[in-house]
């Protein structure tokens, strides 16, 4: 058989292993079957792990966006602080305002994020009921330190703390066991199909949306809490994708948490021996994530021509750059399944395109 080769290089999605993509052809199930109430069991409890968390992880057929919409609207009934440090911060000051919430927006540097002095001067100043974080912002690369944010948090401790994780879960540790929201996506650092969220609430989290008017009907989390204790789901779920993510849920158990952060570790650190020689790269190594790297272009060249060169010459995929760096950078994702082997491949290949300029 032909060796797996990854090609997907890109902050999501990711290449899926042959044999996880193969689950997916699973013959289909009743969704309120003893069969499929298993397997919501197996992802809950699988899941917990990569989320930091001892409570339920609920799997959502939904892109996670509309995880983070839902997260206001379920838990947010007038206001939220938002650590604005790029393109998908910024989505929770816009989810927010388009559900009828007040935003205080903190402006950061997009190379560092946000510090826990300049957090505990906005909650000392600002009448919020809830902080929204992104532990790796993938238009930036930056990565939060979220524990000493989660400290300042904890001396407000009428603030709920909303964290997206999308592009960390998995790939680094993540303190959900800390926060009142937290979730992440299939197709990330877990190395799953599209298509999937999978969030986790606090208790206090639950009360909150029991209570809450307006909070809609396909993502009520407490809906989704009351059907997931009962072991379904509130709506047709999208089966195959499931078949799939509990496929690669088993392949990741084999590894181990700690491994898989590792690999990531060693994945970044191999990719920026390589290429911040010759790409300098938006934020520093302190704050930079071991799922997304975000580089200058080459000099005179457009980001969008620099990776297609690269598909062209070697089929290889990266993103260009998001946001307010679009027309100058591009981005390279560590995530999912591709090894150290994989880094070196890539960083040949971006070092050829570069020199064909």
Same mark, same amino acid.
């Given at each position: 058989m032909k060796p797996w080769t990854p090609t997907l290089f890109l902050p999501g999605p990711v290449d899926?292993?042959?044999?996880?993509?193969?689950?997916?052809? $699973?013959?289909?199930?009743?969704? #309120?079957?003893?069969?499929?109430?298993?397997?919501?069991?197996?992802?809950?409890?699988?899941?917990?792990?990569?989320?930091?968390?001892?409570?339920?992880?609920?799997?959502?057929?939904? *892109?996670?966006? &509309?995880?983070?919409?839902?997260?206001?609207?379920?838990?947010?009934?007038?206001? &939220?602080?938002?650590?604005?440090?790029? !393109?998908?911060?910024?989505?929770?000051?816009?989810?927010?305002?388009?559900?009828?919430?007040?935003?205080?927006?903190?402006?950061?540097?997009?190379?560092?994020?946000?510090?826990?002095?300049?957090?505990?001067?906005?909650?000392?100043?600002?009448?919020?009921?809830?902080?929204?974080? !992104?532990?790796?912002e993938t238009s930036t690369g930056v990565a939060l330190d979220l524990d000493p944010l989660l400290d300042v948090c904890a001396r407000h401790p009428h603030v709920l703390v909303l964290v997206d994780a999308v592009t960390a879960a998995?790939?680094?540790?993540?303190?959900? #066991?800390?926060?009142?929201?937290?979730?992440?996506?299939?197709?990330?650092?877990?190395?799953?199909?599209?298509?999937? $969220? =999978?969030?986790?609430?606090?208790? #206090?989290?639950?009360?909150? *949306?029991? $209570?809450?008017?307006?909070?809609?009907?396909?993502?009520? =989390?407490?809906?989704?809490?009351? =059907?997931? #204790?009962?072991?379904?789901?509130?709506? $047709?779920?999208? &089966?195959?994708?499931?078949?799939?993510?509990?496929?690669?849920?088993r392949r990741l158990h084999r590894e181990s948490v700690d491994a898989r952060f590792a690999a990531h570790r060693a994945k970044h650190r191999a990719w920026l021996e390589r290429a911040a020689r010759d790409f300098p790269t938006l934020c520093p190594f302190a704050t930079s994530a071991p799922s997304v790297v975000v580089h200058a272009s080459p000099r005179d060249v457009a980001p969008a021509e620099f990776v297609g060169r690269l598909a062209e010459r070697h089929g290889l995929t990266v993103a260009p750059g998001v946001g307010p760096h679009a027309s100058t950078t591009w981005r390279v994702g560590l995530l999912g399944d591709t090894t150290v082997a994989d880094i070196h491949r890539v960083a040949d290949a971006v070092a050829d395109t570069a020199a064909s300029f």
């Open positions: 899926v292993h042959p044999d996880v993509l193969a689950a997916a052809a $699973t013959p289909m199930i009743g969704h #309120r079957s003893a069969a499929a109430a298993a397997l919501l069991d197996e992802l809950d409890h699988g899941l917990r792990p990569w989320l930091g968390v001892d409570s339920p992880v609920y799997a959502l057929t939904c *892109s996670a966006t &509309l995880a983070m919409e839902a997260t206001v609207r379920n838990l947010v009934r007038r206001s &939220l602080l938002v650590a604005n440090g790029g !393109v998908f911060a910024d989505r929770w000051k816009i989810a927010a305002e388009a559900s009828g919430r007040r935003v205080v927006s903190i402006d950061v540097p997009h190379h560092l994020g946000i510090t826990p002095e300049v957090l505990e001067h906005a909650l000392a100043n600002h009448d919020v009921e809830a902080v929204a974080l !992104v532990a790796v998995g790939a680094m540790y993540v303190p959900g #066991r800390r926060c009142d929201a937290v979730f992440t996506a299939s197709q990330k650092a877990l190395a799953m199909p599209p298509g999937l $969220t =999978f969030l986790a609430l606090s208790e #206090r989290a639950i009360e909150r *949306s029991r $209570t809450m008017e307006g909070r809609g009907l396909y993502a009520d =989390f407490a809906r989704v809490d009351r =059907f997931h #204790r009962a072991g379904g789901s509130p709506f $047709t779920p999208a &089966l195959p994708v499931f078949f799939a993510a509990v496929a690669q849920i």
